[in-house]
């Protein structure tokens, strides 16, 4: 196992010439029609196809395809110069990925594990196509974590007076990362911080917000005796919270749950929505539309 990067989970030659593209503009008649023609003409079979229009007068369309083309790589400079064509056209945007591409993720912690051992665990399971690449924390309570799945672990503190600097050299560690997981992490990162990752900065928590803030949730929450405990799983912006919301979920309790309970269900809640947005994100299935998201699941 490497010591630099987290082993791969298993490969899937059937990805090899596995593109996506995302297309977004102005709704009007004939985009499908057009795209899908360009995709016929270079010889593509569309294997997938989810679309939505913010209204159908007026609105923003939005086009995801998955499509299979022979010798992808060879001929995406071709596919990539057909599609800018089209755009001047139709004025529309576009994304094209290759599905055998594996994103590199860094991942922010602080004491509390359980997120980034279902993202560890899904990575070397071969459910989430990506790669850990870097984990930063403010505590070095988890580098035995990260060191055992071959990740390499930075402990950079962070203190009120220090918090600029702590955060600029977690962005020398992380480098030229495509996606960074906020995987528990319990400091609030800067607007500037922010920009270095526009659409690119994943964030979790409990959903009991606003209503029960600080340090013990689940405390105040169990003391009004709350039926439903829930997470979200949200596109991080400057406003603390706010940004487009990708995934949420909840399960239920009653007066029988203890706090113990309840943490150990939100940690449950918590890992599943996070992996499943995060999996969306790298899988090009979410687009964020204004103060909110598409996603194409």
């Keep these: 196992m490497s010591a630099e990067l987290s082993p791969p989970g298993p490969r899937d030659d059937r990805l090899d010439d596995v593109g996506r593209l995302v297309v977004r503009c102005p709704d009007r008649p004939g985009i499908v029609a057009v795209v899908s023609g360009l995709m016929a003409d270079v010889g593509a079979n569309i294997i997938d196809s989810q679309q939505h229009s913010s209204d159908p007068v007026g609105g923003t369309f939005t086009l995801r395809l998955e499509f299979f083309l022979a010798d992808l790589a060879a001929?995406?400079?071709?596919?990539?110069?057909?599609?800018?064509?089209?755009?001047?056209q139709w004025q529309f945007t576009w994304r094209l990925t290759?599905?055998?591409?594996?994103?590199?993720?860094a991942v922010f912690v602080s004491r509390t594990d359980h997120v980034l051992q279902e993202l560890l665990y899904r990575v070397r399971a071969g459910d989430l196509r990506?790669?850990?690449?870097?984990?930063v924390s403010n505590h070095p309570d988890l580098e035995p974590v990260a060191r055992a799945a071959g990740v390499p672990f930075h402990h950079v503190p962070v203190t009120p007076e220090t918090k600029a600097e702590a955060e600029a050299r977690a962005?020398?560690?992380v480098?030229?990362?495509?996606?960074?997981?906020?995987?528990?992490y319990m400091q609030i990162v800067s607007a500037d911080f922010c920009s270095r990752f526009p659409e690119r900065l994943i964030n979790i928590h409990h959903s009991f917000l606003p209503a029960f803030v600080g340090a013990n949730p689940y405390r105040a929450a169990h003391d009004r005796g709350v039926k439903l405990i829930g997470a979200t799983a949200h596109y991080v912006t400057p406003e603390l919270d706010a940004?487009?919301?990708?995934?949420?979920e909840v399960a239920r309790v009653d007066h029988r749950a203890t706090v113990e309970d309840m943490r150990r269900i939100g940690r449950y809640v918590e890992r599943q929505v996070l992996a499943q947005a995060v999996t969306w994100h790298v899988e090009d299935r979410v687009i964020v539309d204004g103060e909110k998201t598409i996603v194409f699941a």
């Design 75 to 88: 001929r995406r400079q071709q596919l990539e110069g057909a599609l800018a064509l089209l755009g001047q």
């Design 98 to 105: 290759e599905a055998v591409h594996r994103p590199r993720l």
């Design 243 to 248: 940004g487009p919301i990708i995934e949420q």
């Design 171 to 173: 962005l020398e560690l």
């Design 130 to 135: 990506a790669e850990i690449a870097a984990v």
């Design 175 to 184: 480098g030229d990362v495509d996606l960074v997981v906020l995987a528990r």
